[in-house]
């Protein structure tokens, strides 16, 4: 990252989002103050967010989705590439890949594989005596 600052870019998916206004504050004599009702129906649908950060250039961007999908994703991350065009490789983080199903998630790994090592990380957790969030147990130390 610190080698090609103009070269990483962080990606996430936000939503749903509900896009309402919000109450501000005035000079208003003090009383019953108008409030905006919830949002427990939403007649109007929802928005995602998928936003985009260039770590070089220190700019967020982002492009509003109707549905949050494997498209919409793919088009959001054609942007990234948009904003560097040589064909140099770019370096994007993002935190939730695996929540997309379909062909640009094929090389997924096999359930066998991944049950093997959770497997493995759980005997060298005991051997070590170490709980799942990471603190020793009481009678190890």
């Known amino acids: 990252m610190e080698h090609f600052p103009d070269r990483v870019f962080a990606f ?3 939503g ?3 896009i309402r206004p919000t109450g501000g504050s ?3 004599k003090q009383g019953k103050p108008d409030r905006l009702p919830a ?3 939403r007649t109007h649908g929802v928005t995602y967010l998928h936003g985009c ?3 070089g250039d220190d700019r967020l961007w982002g492009v509003n989705h109707r549905r949050k999908g494997t498209i919409n994703t793919l088009a959001a991350l054609k942007s990234l590439r ?3 065009p040589d064909g140099a ?3 994007i983080m993002l935190d939730n890949l695996s929540a997309h199903t379909g062909s640009r998630n094929a090389n997924a790994r096999h359930p066998v594989v991944l049950a093997a090592q959770r497997r493995e990380r759980a005997r060298i957790r005991r051997e070590k005596s170490i709980r799942w969030g990471g603190r020793p147990l009481a009678d190890a130390a």
């Open 89 to 91: 490789p770019i370096y």
């Open 12 to 14: 996430d998916e936000f």
């Open 26 to 28: 005035c000079w208003a």
């Open 39 to 41: 949002t427990f129906h």
């Open 53 to 55: 950060y260039s770590v």
């Open 82 to 84: 948009a904003a560097r």
């Open 16 to 18: 749903p989002l509900g």
